[in-house]
């Protein structure tokens, strides 16, 4: 059974955001409305924040006060590559750079639909060849993010190995929005249980980002690319949520490919509630369990001893 904290930030996503997001996109005001609800003066004693703008990209760095290893997560927003921010996911990027000792670089990408399909891609793989540029072994960098950012994690892991380039330790997706084709069952199965989103909501938002693009392409769709030779990966995702499918069927995809996946399916839980993880205990759990994840992945050497290299 879920805790009553969920149900009740569940009920009050449901009041706040699911009705009001019936009919067409308005991106103007859904960027204004979720600014004004998510972005919060709240104080974060055990981390700090500097403004992280290199090689044309932008973003922040979150620092653990305690910082002790060369540990970076690049994490990468959700918001249906088209609202939210670095600011608007800071209760994940702290407990993350808090619960590893290191840094999290929260990315601000482009967002559609100023800058549809691949800008976001390309901004993603910017950044993880800045982090490499600046000396930091892939084995010391993973990759997360949730919804929307957790189906660009993955985008970018498939763009980096056809690169040729270093893969990261690990990734970590929460509630990953990996099929922009919008095939999955739970679109229209858990259209009444999904706190958050509805199929329609999802079917509408989708062409933001894929523009003029096809959206089974396997950069905007990586649920139809070929997984074999990606990192370790954690996926969590609700049962109830309309985007469902889109991890049950990457988890067996990826397996069949013969990724190592951890995966979980929480039982009523709201869309990305690790966000409200200050409220809701599974939000706590879902984190911890995600920061034990990447503590397994990453490379040991070099913990504790003077980072070789100039990060904020």
Excluded at 157 to 168: A, E, G, Q, S, V
Excluded at 197 to 212: E, T
Aim: proline fraction near 7%; charged fraction near 20%; glycine fraction near 6%.
């Amino acid at each position: 059974m879920p805790s009553t904290q969920s149900f009740l930030v569940s009920l009050a996503i449901r009041r706040l955001v699911k009705d009001r997001s019936r009919g067409d996109v308005d991106v103007r005001f859904v960027r204004s409305w979720v600014n004004r609800l998510m972005v919060l003066p709240i104080p974060h004693l055990s981390v700090t924040f500097k403004p992280f703008q290199e090689a044309g990209l932008k973003g922040e760095w979150v620092r653990s006060r305690a910082a002790h290893n060369e540990r970076v997560v690049l994490y990468l927003h959700g918001g249906g590559y088209f609202f939210c921010s670095p600011r608007t996911h800071r209760p994940v990027t702290t407990s993350l750079a808090r619960q590893l000792g290191g840094r999290t670089l929260a990315l601000q990408y482009r967002l559609a639909p100023e800058h549809p399909y691949p800008a976001a891609l390309d901004d993603a793989v910017a950044a993880y060849r800045y982090l490499l540029d600046q000396g930091i072994s892939p084995q010391h960098i993973a990759i997360a993010g949730d919804s929307a950012g957790g189906g660009l994690t993955l985008s970018s892991l498939i763009r980096l190995r056809d690169l040729h380039l270093p893969m990261p330790s690990a990734a970590v997706l929460f509630s990953p929005w990996t099929d922009m084709a919008a095939t999955g069952a739970s679109l229209d199965q858990n259209d009444h249980t999904c706190a958050m989103f509805s199929a329609d909501g999802i079917r509408k938002a989708r062409m933001l980002y894929v523009g003029q693009d096809d959206p089974y392409n396997p950069l905007i769709s990586p649920l139809y690319a070929d997984l074999s030779g990606l990192p370790p990966m954690l996926l969590h995702v609700s049962d109830n949520e309309v985007l469902l499918d889109d991890s049950t069927r990457l988890a067996e995809r990826a397996r069949a490919a013969g990724v190592n996946v951890e995966f979980r399916v929480w039982k009523n839980q709201p869309h990305t509630w690790q966000l409200f993880h200050r409220l809701i205990p599974e939000g706590r759990e879902s984190l911890d369990q995600a920061a034990y994840f990447l503590n397994q992945h990453f490379a040991k050497c070099w913990d504790g001893l003077d980072l070789p290299y100039n990060l904020p």
